[in-house]
């Protein structure tokens, strides 16, 4: 006999209500794969789009809201958030350097031919101009040296990357933005003043004035030495190996790999490889610590010096971009004279931190220690002037504008410390003579 199980009408009415509700969960589960499905079809056409067609700023900021979309779409839904293999790590938008897809805000300045004339000359006064004002002089170099045409660098991305390096200068006393603008600033006037427009390529132009720009950028204020012996996160990164000049290229091009700050989107890949080795190679010979080496190298080739032979010309920008960074002393004595003061605030800091933690301290950094004349008299003597002199060789119009002021900057501190020698003498004297003959005061 077989068993049959009968419902009552009302719990037959709720056993189809479950199994409708089962029906419709298997329904949704299967609507939440297709859209899965979906989701992830267009995601992949979007992340291809963004990775091979290299879209345009505006292009891509449409491309990454899509994906936002869709993932909160997703997470809507109940799907949670897909595992995808994006070339962009969008999430990580806001630990990378600020994007900028806004034409720059900072006002222009239009350049008087005044001052398009004194921009050409290493006596141009640094000290007048406003953050906005040397960003447009930065802009009209660009321009003027014909690097915009030459390389099809858009204007406002032009803009956009100057900003950013300005904002990626610390306000150090000395190596800071203004210290930037003073190089990139000597290196145009040299250009012109060397004629290097008729002897060297536009790329050469393009890394001479794109590594003065660069050059110290995002300086902590404190040097190689001091990284070293501290033991800080940049000289482990870097093996103790010139620990701020490869900080410097690391955030360069960081910087230039924003799409909004690329001012080489238009250039050739191998000719941008070229160009990225160039400016790394010409930030990495700022380093005081292989001075000796480079100009060694430039003194052997200079007498017969070749503008064919790339490693000739190669160690004639090594030597420029030297020479523009410490090149203050070329400048008239007004202006170059705050900036050793300048010099002297950002030393102070660094050893007095040094005292603090135990550190070795320089007697050229040591405020107890050294003086104005005593820091530069040495300097211009044994570094500054030989190396101008080395270069007076190749270009003798330098002489007039650019040796002969460093002279008369060594006469000036010589003639400085003679003074202070002499008032210390006489201090000392005075002190001695106050003295009696058992040591103690009368």
Not at 88 to 114: G, I
Not at 245 to 262: D, K
Not at 357 to 368: C, I, K, Q, Y
Not at 373 to 388: C, E, H, N, R, Y
Request: aromatic share 8%; glycine share 2%; proline share 5%.
């Amino acid at each position: 006999m077989t068993n049959v199980l009968y419902f009552s009408p009302e719990k037959e009415d709720m056993f189809q209500n479950v199994l409708a509700q089962v029906a419709e969960q298997f329904s949704r589960a299967f609507r939440i794969n297709e859209l899965k499905a979906e989701v992830t079809n267009r995601l992949a056409m979007l992340e291809k789009r963004v990775e091979l067609e290299g879209l345009k700023v505006l292009e891509i900021e449409k491309c990454k809201n899509d994906l936002r979309r869709l993932r909160d779409e997703m997470t809507s839904r109940g799907g949670g958030r897909m595992n995808c293999a994006c070339k962009y790590n969008f999430s990580d938008d806001a630990k990378k350097l600020s994007p900028r897809r806004d034409v720059p805000s900072y006002p222009k300045y239009t350049l008087s031919q005044e001052t398009i004339e004194a921009l050409k000359k290493p006596t141009f006064d640094v000290w007048h101009w406003e953050h906005n004002e040397m960003l447009s002089c930065l802009e009209y170099m660009y321009h003027d040296l014909g690097l915009v045409k030459e390389f099809n660098m858009n204007p406002i991305t032009l803009k956009r990357w100057l900003l950013s390096i300005q904002e990626h200068y610390r306000e150090n006393p000395f190596h800071n933005f203004r210290h930037c603008f003073c190089v990139s600033q000597m290196m145009y006037g040299m250009i012109h003043l060397t004629n290097l427009l008729e002897t060297l390529t536009m790329t050469d132009m393009c890394i001479l004035m794109t590594a003065a720009v660069c050059h110290d950028l995002d300086h902590p204020g404190y040097n190689n030495t001091y990284q070293i012996n501290a033991h800080t996160e940049l000289a482990v990164r870097y093996n103790d190996i010139s620990p701020l000049e490869n900080h410097h290229c690391a955030v360069a091009f960081q910087i230039l790999s924003l799409p909004e700050c690329n001012i080489f989107s238009n250039t050739e890949p191998e000719a941008f490889k070229q160009i990225r080795q160039a400016i790394i190679t010409l930030i990495l010979a700022t380093d005081m610590a292989r001075h000796g080496e480079i100009l060694d190298s430039f003194k052997k080739k200079v007498d017969n010096f070749d503008f064919t032979n790339e490693e000739h010309v190669k160690c004639l920008k090594m030597v420029l971009i030297k020479c523009c960074d410490i090149s203050n002393e070329v400048r008239p004595t007004e202006v170059a004279e705050p900036w050793v003061d300048c010099l002297l605030e950002e030393y102070f800091m660094q050893s007095d931190r040094e005292k603090s933690e135990g550190l070795p301290v320089a007697p050229f950094m040591d405020r107890d220690k050294v003086t104005k004349p005593t820091a530069q008299i040495g300097f211009i003597k044994f570094v500054l002037i030989p190396m101008f002199e080395t270069v007076m060789k190749l270009f003798p119009q330098i002489e007039e504008i650019m040796v002969q002021p460093l002279r008369d900057s060594r006469d000036h501190y010589e003639e400085l410390k003679t003074i202070d020698d002499a008032m210390t003498e006489v201090a000392q004297k005075k002190k001695s003579d106050s003295m009696p003959l058992g040591g103690k005061k009368k």
